[in-house]
């Protein structure tokens, strides 16, 4: 019997001035030049804060701060599980150091991305987020 927990893949919707970051994937190549939320798979013994912050440092070159949860859990093969948070900026300009590109969206520029399927489970919220900003 597999007793393992849930391995989390933790994604970031930070928020800042109405408009939301997107980062622009490279790989593998049924996804490379979509868009997602950044973030990536918490390590044993990290919190999803830690290990999402850790994600956006090495991704983004940035400090934040992780809040609450925003959508649904999105299941992933191989028994992992997909979870979006809330984060804001604490320090630093996002930088695509492992995407090809960031950029920022209002609620219309996000409908009409071409967002990696997983992360399309979250559109309605996180439209509905930036319109009550
Ligand atoms: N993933 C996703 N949406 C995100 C972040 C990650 O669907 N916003 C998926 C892609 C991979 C897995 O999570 O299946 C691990 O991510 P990565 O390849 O970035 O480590």
Redesign the pocket.
Known sequence: MDTKALRE?A?AAIISDGRLLLAQRVGPPE?AGMW??????IEPGETPAQGLRRELREELGVDTVIGGRIGVD?P?PDG?V?RAYRVSLRDGTPTALEHSAVRWVAAPELAAADL?P??RAWLADLVATLNAG
């Open positions: 893949v994604a996804l997602e939320l950044p973030g990536g798979k999105v992933l992992m997909l990696v997983n992360d």
